[in-house]
């Protein structure tokens, strides 16, 4: 009859038992009152079972668990294929913007290289005492500081024998420029390397990393060119407006000056930023970093950093190599995601908006820098010797590419 086992010695899971007096299992005999309702009894192991007593067929149970079944293991499926897609999806970011760094043997430097390096301290250290110290903040907000260092800029040039051409527009009622010099190209003249760098501060600041220890360097790197013949079209262009207020608007200098290039159907195969590039401290824990890049890099602000977007990553490539041949000072490179915070913070962004591969080349300021965007930013708080080194490395590289 239903529910009643032979009064024999049975197994249960492998569990050995014997009957009640009622001729049941005691895990199956019901509480007086309580039949046909789930309850436990302790086993002779020590475990708990649970049943259901008085079931009208035994294919119930095995049904109550198929179903368990076919809900939980979708589950565990989908889970687990989100564990292994979210594993794959961080391998692929890392070995695709991360690790991406040339695995290049470092030269030992001669004694020519060093003279370079050594001449280039002083040249660069003249010229951000220059815009920091004798003009001082320069931005739309105080129009003859922002003249004064167009005009420093302008006069260098045509020291240095270029003709200097001028893009002017207006913000705010000041006439704002973009200053340009070039080397034509030899044998691809349609082909233009262009080397960028603001020379406007933040108001009130006096900029003497951000941004004339760019404008020094690019001025230097323009000189070590102007005796020089390229395969390429090498453009050096001083650019206006970065800063705030205007950072990523219709008056920002960049964008102006990038749009007009792209009018004009100009192929700029590799513009690259300079943009805040003369602190360095081998101390650890003096670099920091946006989420969650500081799980990669190193905690010391003592490299230069090669930063671009996914589509920028092969020219963040060569230029790292080519640096990396020629220079022994530390470098680091990443090619992410634009929304990352601080990839996009300079003129490249203007260029990436006009469809050109873009490079920054930086010290990273504001993860680096105390002094970022105050007004003790200034001249004594640079790093020449390391400053020279970078410049020099800088050069090298444009040598290579150009």
Same mark, same amino acid.
């Given at each position: ?6 009064? +024999?010695? =049975? ?14 299992? #005691? ?14 009894? #302790? ?32 589950? =565990? ?14 391998? &692929? ?63 260098? &040039? ?11 527009? /207006? ?8 200053? %340009? ?24 600041? #006096? ?12 001025? /230097? ?7 020089? +013949? ?7 262009? !001083? ?18 000056? %990038? ?30 970093? $946006? ?20 589509? +920028?990553? #092969?020219?963040?490539? +060569? ?14 490179? %990443? !090619? ?8 996009? &913070? ?5 260029? &990436?908006? !006009? ?23 200034? $001249? ?16 090298? %590289? ?5």
């Amino acid at each position: 009859m239903t529910g009643v086992l032979p009064a +024999s010695p =049975v197994r249960k899971g492998g569990v050995k038992g014997s009957l009640s007096k009622n001729g049941h299992l #005691p895990f199956l005999e019901a509480p007086p009152g309580r039949a046909g309702r789930l309850h436990k009894a #302790p086993s002779t192991t020590g475990l708990h079972c649970f049943e259901q007593c008085f079931l009208p067929n035994s294919r119930t149970v095995g049904l109550t668990v198929c179903m368990h079944s076919v809900l939980l293991y979708p589950r =565990v499926i989908v889970y687990a294929f989100l564990l292994i897609l979210l594993a794959g999806s961080c391998i &692929w970011a890392y070995k695709a913007m991360i690790d991406i760094r040339p695995d290049e043997d470092r030269p030992r430097l001669d004694a020519n290289a060093y003279g370079m390096i050594d001449e280039l301290q002083g040249r660069l250290k003249r010229h951000v005492e220059t815009l920091a110290d004798e003009i001082g903040p320069r931005d739309v907000f105080v129009p003859d500081k922002l003249n004064a260092a167009a005009d420093y800029i302008r006069g260098f &040039w045509e020291q240095t024998g270029y003709q200097v051409g001028s893009q002017t527009y /207006e913000v705010q009622g000041v006439a704002c420029r973009n200053l %340009a010099v070039e080397i034509q190209g030899t044998s691809k003249p349609d082909e233009v390397i262009l080397i960028g760098a603001h020379y406007d501060t933040v108001s009130g600041s #006096p900029g003497a990393n951000d941004n004339g220890s760019a404008v020094a360097a690019l001025l /230097e790197l323009s000189r070590l060119f102007s005796k020089k +013949s390229t395969r390429k079209t090498t453009r050096f262009v !001083a650019f206006v407006n970065e800063e705030p207020p205007f950072f990523k608007t219709r008056s920002m200098g960049s964008l102006v000056y %990038a749009r007009q290039c792209r009018k004009r159907e100009e192929n700029i195969v590799a513009m690259i930023c300079l943009e805040t590039i003369g602190y360095y401290r081998d101390k650890p824990n003096t670099q920091k970093y $946006p989420v969650p890049l500081s799980f990669f890099y190193p905690d010391k602000g003592n490299f230069v950093a090669v930063v671009g977007n996914l589509k +920028s990553k #092969p020219l963040v490539q +060569s230029f790292a190599r080519s640096f990396m041949e020629a220079s022994d000072f530390p470098i680091e490179c %990443a !090619a992410l995601f634009g929304f990352i915070t601080g990839i996009d &913070w300079s003129d490249h962004w203007s260029f &990436w908006k !006009a469809g050109y591969p873009a490079i920054m080349l930086t010290d990273t300021a504001l993860f680096r820098y105390p002094y970022y965007h105050s007004v003790q930013d200034t $001249p004594d708080k640079l790093n020449y010797p390391a400053l020279s080194r970078v410049t020099y490395g800088i050069f090298k %590289a444009l040598e290579k590419m150009t």
